[in-house]
């Protein structure tokens, strides 16, 4: 393959908690790769997701949104994003058109001061009247001097091949980082356990998902090609009384959450999946340094 004419690069999708960011990714992709929930600091790694073109390679990294963090977890969530910043080719800063049309009070230093091309990105724009849009625009333009304002919805998918376009222009020629054919670093088992972590943040409520941590502890491939793959998998909680919560009533909670998993691990490793869930307790595991790493999946467990 020749290189001349081919572009590839790193670009980083950033913004506040919710703002479709993984949607973003997974649209782009044509496949759910990042876990989506109607739940903030949902997303709590960085997520690379490759997008190939025939004479572009997108190296997208989906981070965890950019809030004033609190507990151990969250600012090591909020770290993961804004150092993905300063090793990009470009940014791509969503914005959500309802709750940050302020852009003196939204704005983000970080991002505002990365020294690569930001793309401002209002989304979730059918949500919105379109009117409302050029107010917004010009204040943004003011306030972070983009290098273009692409609105969109992740979701419908509208105007999200322009927003590709101006992303492919600004990388620089150089031939694929990866294999024209892959489409994530991460590995099987992380994509795994956000399949299950996702189905948490969905089915309880309140503060709970913020509690819970997911872990692979088998992973067993088929003897035969077309046999079952057996993954054994552990919920881990903060306290003891959150057990009895995740398990639910006759273990109803647990068997949703199971079967639903199941299901997206099936659609993504194409294959026949066995999966068997425990549920373990980590006592106060958000504010430990070493469980944080572990059960976070900061340690480099995503590549594993
Ligand atoms: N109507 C509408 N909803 C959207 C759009 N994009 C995302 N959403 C919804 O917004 C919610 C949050 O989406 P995510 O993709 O999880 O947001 P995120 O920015 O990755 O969130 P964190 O990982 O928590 O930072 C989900 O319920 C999505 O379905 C859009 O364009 N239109
Ligand atoms: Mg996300």
Redesign the pocket.
């Known amino acids: 393959m020749t290189t001349s004419g081919h572009r590839s690069g790193y670009v980083a999708i950033v ?12 649209h782009i992709l044509g496949t759910k790769l ?11 790694n960085r997520i690379l997701g490759i997008y190939n073109q025939e004479d572009a390679q997108v190296v997208f990294m ?4 950019i809030h004033e963090a609190d507990s151990l977890l969250n600012k090591r969530m909020v770290d993961q994003a804004t150092r993905t910043l300063s090793d990009v080719d470009v940014v791509v800063h ?1 914005i959500d058109p309802r709750t940050e049309s302020d852009p003196t009070e939204a704005r983000i230093e970080a991002i505002s001061e990365a020294k690569v091309p930001v793309l401002l990105v209002p ?5 919105v009247k379109k009117s409302s849009l050029l107010p917004l625009i010009e204040g943004w333009t003011r306030a972070e001097a983009p290098a273009a304002i692409v609105p ?5 998918g ?1 105007g999200v091949a322009g927003l590709l376009d101006e992303v492919v222009q600004r990388l620089p020629e150089s031939p694929p980082f990866f294999p024209k054919d892959q489409l994530t670093d991460a590995s099987e088992r992380f994509v795994v356990s956000e399949m299950i972590r996702e189905r948490l943040f969905v089915h309880l409520h309140q503060e709970l998902p913020y509690s819970i941590a997911v872990e692979i502890e088998a992973f067993e491939e088929p003897k035969q090609k077309s046999g079952v793959i057996r993954i054994l998998a552990r919920i881990w909680v903060e306290r003891d009384s959150q057990k009895g919560i995740v398990i639910g009533k006759g273990g109803r909670v647990l068997k949703q959450v199971g079967t639903e998993a199941r299901e997206a691990i099936e659609r993504l490793l194409q294959a026949r999946v066995h999966l068997k869930i425990t549920v373990g307790v980590d006592k106060h595991w958000t504010r430990k340094q070493s469980s944080v790493e572990r059960r976070g999946h900061f340690d480099g467990d995503q590549r594993q």
Do not use: C, E, H, M
Not at 15 to 26: H, M, Q, W
Not at 62 to 65: E, L, N, R
């Open positions: 913004g506040r908690p919710n703002v479709g960011k993984s949607t973003l990714l997974n990042s876990i989506v929930s109607f739940r903030p600091q949902t997303t709590r989906d981070t965890p949104g969503l989304n979730k724009v059918d949500l969109i919805s992740a979701l419908s509208d």
